[in-house]
């Protein structure tokens, strides 16, 4: 049981290059979720799914995109990197949705530097 | 404006002194608090789930208690294996955004040295 699973560990962009960071989590959630961590900051929510097909935006969804097409799967999309991109990326899953209190597993993240 | 604040931003303990890190919130309508711990290069690892004021929880040196308006969680006898950063979070009725989301403070990082 892997739980949450987050690939790449580390990349570094150039300004205006795409890339896509990749989640995968194998404890049959149904809700997902993007999460980036900015030094001293809290965790900011991105974009999250509450079912295969399902998305929605969260707290800073601009220049990001996000698709579900499977309930294991929740890949983050970045278009056009900017430096304000710069930082650690974390996807979690939970069982409930974080409305009824259930928590979030959270992968190790992938950290993200443009340049 | 956080709507979650945690104290102090660092802590460094010695090994075996107690103390206590301190997460405070505007929230109406709370409908839950979470602490997580969060090694370096890993995500942040659940620890407890509160729901009303005089609850508390407790695992091995590590309890959290809740009142209205914030929430401790209380290390007794600290080893340097609890060193982390703690990150707090709130579920409610945060003013000025949306209910159905979780708010994370922005962590206090404990150091505890032998």
């Known amino acids: 049981n892997a739980g949450v699973t987050q690939t790449p560990k580390f990349r570094i962009l150039k300004i205006g290059q795409s890339m896509t960071l990749q989640c995968t989590q194998d404890?049959?959630?149904?809700?997902m979720y993007w999460y980036r961590q900015d030094p001293g900051m809290g965790l900011k929510l991105i974009y999250y799914s509450v079912g295969a097909g399902i998305t929605d935006k969260g707290e800073v969804p601009n220049g990001y995109n996000v698709s579900r097409s499977t309930t294991e799967d929740f890949p983050l999309r970045l278009e056009l990197a900017a430096p304000s991109q710069t930082s650690v990326y974390f996807c979690a899953s939970s069982y409930l949705s974080s409305s009824y209190n259930s928590p979030l597993h959270f992968g190790n993240g992938t950290r993200l530097t443009v340049t | 404006e956080d709507q979650v604040t945690q104290s102090p931003e660092a802590l460094r303990l010695q090994e075996g002194e107690s103390s206590s890190l301190n997460c405070s919130y505007t929230v109406s309508g709370l409908r839950g608090l979470f602490w997580y711990r969060q090694d370096p290069g890993k995500g942040p690892e659940f620890l407890f789930t509160?729901?009303?004021a005089g609850e508390e929880k407790e695992k091995e040196r590590l309890k959290a208690t809740l009142t209205k308006k914030e929430s401790f969680l209380h290390i007794t006898a600290p080893k340097p294996e609890d060193s982390a950063t703690y990150l707090c979070a709130v579920q409610g009725v945060v003013r000025g955004s949306t209910l159905g989301r979780l708010y994370f403070g922005r962590g206090t990082q404990l150091t505890v040295w032998p």
């Open positions: 509160l729901y009303s």
């Open positions: 404890m049959n959630h149904n809700y």
